[in-house]
């Protein structure tokens, strides 16, 4: 039945639209509840997708591992809050309280930044560099492996069980509800936060990359390595920083998600998946894409999970993907790809 | 002149062949000298699923190794074989030799329409393309009613909805437990497998096919009709596929479509066995899921070992062990196992006190890996 | 100011350069003669830093900078205008000035040379806000000596600055290379237009094959029967 009312919908009226989910008639205060919980949590994709854009922008890298890496971070995140509190994080059933406030949060928000930070140079110089010479197909794979490596590490170290991730108290409060009680739609703050931060953070990168000189530099290196380096721009060190900006991002990305997804060593796998969907959507190589892709899949994932049920939810989005790719090969705002030579 | 050298060629392929079947024929026999494998029928069955990873392989092999297109869809396609040739023994009773055909051919045309993509996209554009195909089928084939309902047995009210539940193949008049006597059955499939692959490597189609890797501009330059190539690769690699898919159903018995044999995890596990064996190499291929399936128990005495000694065992081992592996060999040995066996040989197959070393030929069955 | 001694640049196993020897002094015009292929581009990629010398000894002021990387080899003084322009695109004309002083903290003095910069080319000026990829070529390339001028250099290289240029806008281009001269920056100037490099040249090397064949003064060169015959075309 489904398969065939994917389809059908297309040729009916939208009130008459009957989700196949609930069995409930169309209602727009669900619809609109949808796309508001897909903007939402499509900030959280933009800004893994924003990181990855910016790796492939400065380096020509697909980072296949941007949601394990940033599933690290969040662990890491989680272990500053242990560590704050004085609890013991390793510990399998660590009771870290389920709420934080602004200091917890905050001192746990900079060690994950620090860490990222080190961890982007440290795979750029180490990984990444040695490999600028072979093969695309090698570079996805170090990447993949890398991936696969800190799962596993992150199983060993913090054990695989699923685990609570402590609330920022300061967006903990009561929704906000929009309209009366049976045609209402309800927004956390939480939900809102997302967003807001996905937005300053988005704003921040435009300011570096237009107005400072580092930034413009790193916008110079991506159009032409070459003359880069004859301006005396240190490329691999502004590589190194692209990965630390992108896996900084990822961290925030982590720590506003955590509560919602759960510490686990999945927790990013989908919001991974759906992340690079974003980003190759948006064109790879352009941030405003990025965040616009990642905004669009949030608004396409949400409303096929509530029409079309958590079964074909992902597909949904990756027929759709194709889709544009297919008709639009640079994504929705993408330039000419270069080809690796 | 010619036609002795002609003959003594021909002879000596005889020969190897006749040494290569030899070889598989006793490998269940010789196998039981490695710890963990026995002359029981987990070792079998360890075999058996080796033969299947290494036909997937094969074709992964040329169509990443050899036209060096990234697909992250193989474990779609694997589980489309899989599911078309349990459809076609478990209820339409077919005879299982045309049911191979069919579930290749069937996937043949998954790949097709895995490939449409790849005639505009490339790089991280199709590996997203794949990749999104590799999320999709498992979720179409468990999530779909309607195409759930095609394949999951209408009697058996308690079947989850995703599960095909096949009998076990086997050779005629063999126990369908048996699994020393589905190795041939599976090793004839493999062989032949194999035979084709070496052939299109050589071939004129699989000259175009290095072509398109070795630079897209050239081969078209050259008069390579790209667009035909790329989907003929995608085709021919989905074929592999899903023969080897059908076997799986025809070896395990019970197909799950959320299983991990079908998600982007083994689209990962078998580009982790090209890369060990070799990109672009056909022996590469067999070798490198001979690694793959044999590192499982070993990996899992390690960690017991680890239990001993600490009191737990790791939880997800595995992946720090193919993490490494994978890392290892893009690092250290990128021309995998076969690139360093070639070298190997490159380095005792030339006599420097003969005068000059003439090259060694490059042996028919290792491919030029750059 | 800058000596080569013997100078071997390899592509993978290709040699591009063998052996080349020459001399800059301090304050003069030196050109670089050969046809296409020769090594001239390679000769100022392996000064710059860019593509490294195997073998031999570049001399700089008196010290090896043979090992230095690029980056640095900017902030000592050498800055190079490339072949074919190579500008930034999709950067601004006054973001790819900039660009050129990225290595200075001097913020003020990067003012005044960008003044500099315009007065040398005040179309420039005109178009400092525009993405550099909408310039013309002549404009372009201005922009790629002016933005070689931002690191406020001591040796300028320029390979080909008259490259698919109207012969007007050459003889514009050629005129300021030699203000520049004035202004006390010693250039190496690449060209396969002899006869307007030794025009203003005080010295000029010929370079064939990765070797240097001749060598002279401008004048002494314009004079050989050699370089009439292959690179003047009399
Ligand atoms: N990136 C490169 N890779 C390989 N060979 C190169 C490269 N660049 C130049 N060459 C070769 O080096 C030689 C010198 O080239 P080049 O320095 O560009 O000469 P010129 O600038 O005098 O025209 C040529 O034979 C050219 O083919
Ligand atoms: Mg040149």
Redesign the pocket.
């Known amino acids: 039945m489904t398969a065939l009312a994917i389809w059908a919908t297309t040729t009916q009226p939208p009130l008459s639209v009957v989700s196949q989910a609930t069995g409930q008639p169309f209602s727009w205060t669900i619809f609109l509840q949808s796309v508001i919980n897909g903007i939402s949590f499509g900030s959280i994709y933009a800004l893994l997708a924003m990181g990855i854009v910016l790796i492939y922008k400065s380096s020509d890298v697909v980072n296949f591992a941007q949601g394990q890496m940033a599933m690290f971070l969040t662990y890491i995140a989680y272990s500053g809050m242990g560590l704050i509190l004085g609890i013991n994080f390793l510990q399998p059933h660590a009771d870290l309280p389920a709420r934080v406030g602004w200091g917890v949060f905050l001192g746990a928000i900079a060690l994950s930044l620090v860490v990222a930070a080190l961890m982007g140079m440290a795979i750029e110089k180490f990984m990444l560099r040695p490999l600028a010479r072979s093969s695309v197909l090698s570079q996805v794979l170090a990447t993949i492996g890398a991936g696969t490596l800190l799962y596993g590490l992150v199983s060993w170290i913090w054990k695989a069980e699923i685990r609570p991730f402590p609330r920022f108290e300061a967006v903990a409060g009561r929704p906000v509800q929009l309209g009366t009680p049976p045609d209402s739609i309800i927004i956390t703050l939480e939900a809102i936060n997302f967003l807001v931060v996905g937005l300053i953070l988005s704003f921040l990168l435009y300011l570096f990359f237009r107005f400072t000189m580092v930034g413009t530099a790193l916008r110079a290196m991506a159009q032409n390595a070459f003359a880069a380096r004859l301006m005396g721009i240190n490329v691999g060190r502004l590589n190194g920083l692209a990965w630390a900006l992108s896996l900084m991002l990822s961290a925030i990305a982590g720590v506003l998600a955590g509560p919602r997804l759960q510490l686990e060593p999945n927790m990013m796998t989908d919001v991974g998946v759906k992340a690079f969907a974003a980003a190759v959507l948006g064109g790879m190589t352009s941030l405003p894409g990025a965040l616009l892709g990642g905004l669009v899949i949030g608004i396409i994932d949400n409303l096929a999970g509530y029409y079309l049920g958590n079964g074909l939810q992902a597909s949904i989005a990756f027929l759709i993907i194709i889709l544009v790719l297919v008709i639009r090969p640079n994504g929705l705002l993408g330039k000419t790809i270069r080809k690796k030579v | 002149m010619k036609w002795q050298k002609i003959q003594q060629t021909a002879s000596g392929k005889y020969t190897r062949w006749v040494l290569i079947i030899a070889g598989f024929t006793a490998l269940p026999w010789i196998i039981t000298v490695l710890p963990f494998f026995g002359a029981n029928n987990y070792t079998y069955s360890q075999l058996n699923l080796w033969l299947i990873l290494a036909i997937v392989c094969l074709g992964l092999n040329l169509l990443t190794g050899v036209a060096g297109q990234i697909s992250l869809g193989h474990a779609a396609l694997f589980q489309i074989g899989a599911y078309i040739g349990g459809y076609f023994v478990a209820r339409q009773g077919w005879p299982v030799w045309l049911v191979i055909i069919v579930a290749g051919l069937g996937t043949g045309i998954a790949g097709l329409i895995l490939g449409l993509p790849a005639l505009r996209l490339s790089g991280p554009y199709l590996a997203v393309a794949t990749f999104g195909f590799s999320v999709a089928i498992p979720q179409l084939l468990a999530g779909s009613q309607d195409i759930a309902e095609l394949y999951s047995d209408p009697n058996e009210l308690a079947t989850k909805i995703g599960v095909l539940t096949v009998p076990k193949q086997n050779l005629p008049g063999l126990k369908a437990d048996d699994d020393l006597g589905r190795y041939f059955m599976f090793l004839l499939v493999f062989l032949i497998m194999l035979v084709l692959a070496l052939n299109i490597n050589r071939s004129r189609h699989g000259r175009a096919f290095y072509a398109i890797r070795d630079s897209e501009t050239a081969a078209t330059a050259m008069g390579v009709a790209l667009g035909k190539y790329k989907l003929l690769a995608f085709i021919v690699s989905a074929v592999y596929a899903g023969v080897a898919g059908s076997l799986f159903a025809f070896q395990v018995g019970q197909l799950d479509a959320n299983s991990t044999s079908f998600s982007v995890l083994a689209s990962i596990l078998f580009l982790t066995a090209i890369i060990i064996g070799g990109l672009g190499s056909v022996w590469g291929s067999v070798l490198g899921s001979a690694v793959i399936t044999i590192l499982p128990p070993f990996i899992s005495a390690v960690n017991d070992t680890i239990k001993a000694a600490f009191g737990s065992s790791i939880e997800n081992f595995e992946s720090i062990f193919y993490g490494l592996l994978i890392l290892i060999f893009i690092y250290f040995m990128p021309n995998g196992l076969s690139g360093a066996f070639q070298r190997l040989r490159m380095r005792y197959s030339s006599d420097p006190s003969k005068g000059p070393a003439t090259p060694a030929e490059p042996a028919a069955t290792d491919l030029p890996v750059s | 100011m800058l000596r080569l001694n013997d100078v071997w640049t390899y ?2 196993r ?1 040699s ?2 063998k052996g080349v020897s020459l001399e800059v002094p301090e304050g003069a015009i030196v050109a670089l003669l ?12 392996t000064i710059s830093g860019i ?1 490294p010398a195997s073998r031999g000894t570049i001399e700089y002021m008196g010290k090896p900078i043979e090992k230095v990387p690029a980056d640095h080899i900017v902030k000592i003084g050498i800055s190079q205008s490339p ?1 074919g322009r190579q500008v930034f695109t999709d950067c601004t004309v006054l973001e790819n000035l900039k660009l050129g002083a990225y290595t200075r903290r001097d913020k003020a003095k990067v003012k005044t040379d960008l003044e500099q910069v315009f007065e040398h080319f005040p179309r420039l000026r005109q178009r400092s806000n525009q993405l550099a990829g909408t310039l013309s070529g002549g404009e372009q390339q201005m922009l790629a000596i002016g933005r070689a001028l931002m690191s406020q250099p001591k040796l300028l290289l320029l ?2 600055p008259s490259l698919g240029l109207a012969p007007i806008l050459v003889k514009e281009i050629f005129q300021i290379i030699q203000e520049i001269n004035r202004s006390g920056v010693t250039v190496l100037l ?1 060209e ?1 237009n002899a006869y307007l490099a030794l025009n203003i040249a005080s010295y000029g090397y010929v ?1 064939e ?2 070797k240097v064949v001749l060598a002279g003064t401008g004048d002494s060169l314009r004079q050989n029967e050699e370089v009439k015959h292959s690179y003047l075309g009399h």
């Open positions: 592509y993978g290709i591009a350069l050969g046809a296409n292929g020769a090594g001239k581009t390679t000769l100022l990629r593509v072949e390979d080909e690449v396969q370079l094959t990765g």
